[in-house]
């Protein structure tokens, strides 16, 4: 069959988004995605083995070049399509490797019918007082693009599997260093200096609390990993985000109320 709806167990990283995996961590998740996936990747060059950023192709019904064939016509379609004279078209078996195969494809395909990842189960770090500063997935429930990077991975050639690369928090944009953040910080003080001009007000004590807020980064989350700390939320951002329609997010990360 084109689709399947099976079991996959993968390691994961000791903690999320570190860059280790020797405590032998594994997650376990219902895939649910095509039988085969075909990525391209380069043959040569820097890049060689890395994926070439072509669309993914499955024998999906769905897929939209094939649609009326059945699975094995599908597959032969597409294992005869030409690719770039620089690359090669490697073709991944879900049914032994689905987790690899989630990696590539879409959210969907690891059991959430949206796609985005907020269905999770989640896991919270919170301060003494009580406050939830950081939400990531369960680690037992990290999908497979959480875990490794589909940009960085790549074939080997010569062992013919993949060389799977862990995701880091810059994927997400997330700072890496205390260095960092208080650059951040400091740029931001510096562009809302403006704010102290406005008359006394609500609106003069919302930008008046942000902006000590942003100074207090360093004391309120001493001792943690910076990639954890929340950049709180300007009273701009705040407005936009109450007049915006409410949308669907792919993780709740690194931000705060």
Request: charged share 30%.
């Amino acid at each position: 069959m084109a689709k399947l709806n099976i079991e996959m167990t993968y390691p994961v990283p000791d903690k999320y988004l570190s860059q280790s995996t020797a405590a032998g961590n594994t997650a376990s998740m219902s895939y649910l995605g095509p039988d085969t996936i075909w990525v391209q990747v380069y043959k040569d060059g820097e890049n060689k083995g890395k994926w070439n950023k072509n669309p993914i192709k499955t024998n999906y019904a769905d897929d939209g070049d094939f649609e009326n064939g059945v699975e094995e016509e599908m597959a032969d379609a597409i294992r005869a399509l030409p690719v770039p004279l620089d690359a090669v078209r490697i073709e991944i078996d879900c049914t032994t490797n689905p987790h690899l195969c989630a990696i590539w494809t879409k959210p969907e395909t690891v059991g959430d019918d949206t796609p985005n990842y907020t269905s999770l189960p989640q896991q919270q770090d919170s301060l003494a007082d009580g406050k939830v500063y950081y939400s990531r997935p369960q680690n037992d429930k990290i999908p497979p693009d959480h875990v490794w990077n589909p940009m960085e991975s790549s074939w080997n050639f010569d062992t013919e599997e993949w060389d799977l690369v862990l995701r880091k928090p810059e994927d997400f944009g997330m700072p890496t260093s205390w260095d960092e953040i208080r650059a951040g910080r400091n740029a931001e003080l510096e562009l809302t200096d403006i704010k102290g001009m406005l008359p006394e007000g609500d609106e003069k004590a919302a930008w008046d609390t942000y902006r000590q807020a942003l100074r207090d980064l360093p004391a309120t989350y001493e001792g943690i990993e910076p990639h954890t700390v929340p950049r709180p939320n300007s009273p701009e951002e705040i407005k936009n985000n109450a007049e915006r329609p409410a949308t669907n997010s792919t993780m709740n990360i690194g931000e705060t109320e």
